[in-house]
């Protein structure tokens, strides 16, 4: 009798136990952001201006957090015009053979202190490769700017080497770093 009654109080449990939210990016209190270094003496930052993000969590730590990435790679701005066009190029992007670049989470683990450690796919150049980043949950907000909904800050930092996907083969280190550490900032709004 005791397994008929668990067995029935699945099916009655409220759907919400198991409803993931959906949190998407506001863009105006976000950026996606990366720094080489150049010569190997100075650190050059560039930015992506259009991108979508969009993260399912069902634990209110994000804890079990799934996060979507897409960028329009042409969308790249390192503040100087014929540097973001040499970028967009051939001999790095290749925006019109590879639009887009995206990122879709396997895996997180928690670290501590709000800190998870977050795999997934990153495809860039065209190529498919696992990643590892850190991610920052540094909590939430109620605010009357998004009617109510719950706002949440999570920080993304890492590390990739683009010549893994590719990206500017004729222009080795110290020229340019393989090592872009990325730091991505974003507010995310809780969809109702």
Known sequence: MKKLIFILSLFILPASVFAQDTWVEDPAHSKLGFTVTHLGIADVPGYFG???????ASEEDFSDAKVELTVQTASIDTRVEKRNNHLKSPDFFNVEKYPT???????????????????????LHGITK????????????QNEMTQGNLKAGIQITGMIDRSKFDLGGNFP???????????????FILQK
Do not use: H, Q
């Open 50 to 56: 259009d991108y979508d993000v969009t993260i399912e």
């Open 101 to 123: 670049m995206t990122f879709e989470s396997t895996g997180i683990k928690e670290m501590g202190d709000g800190k998870y450690e977050l795999t997934g796919d990153l495809t």
């Open 173 to 187: 280190p110290p020229m340019i770093s393989n090592d872009v550490r990325i730091k991505a900032d974003g507010e």
């Open 130 to 141: 696992p990643v590892t980043v850190t991610m920052l949950y540094r909590g939430n907000i």
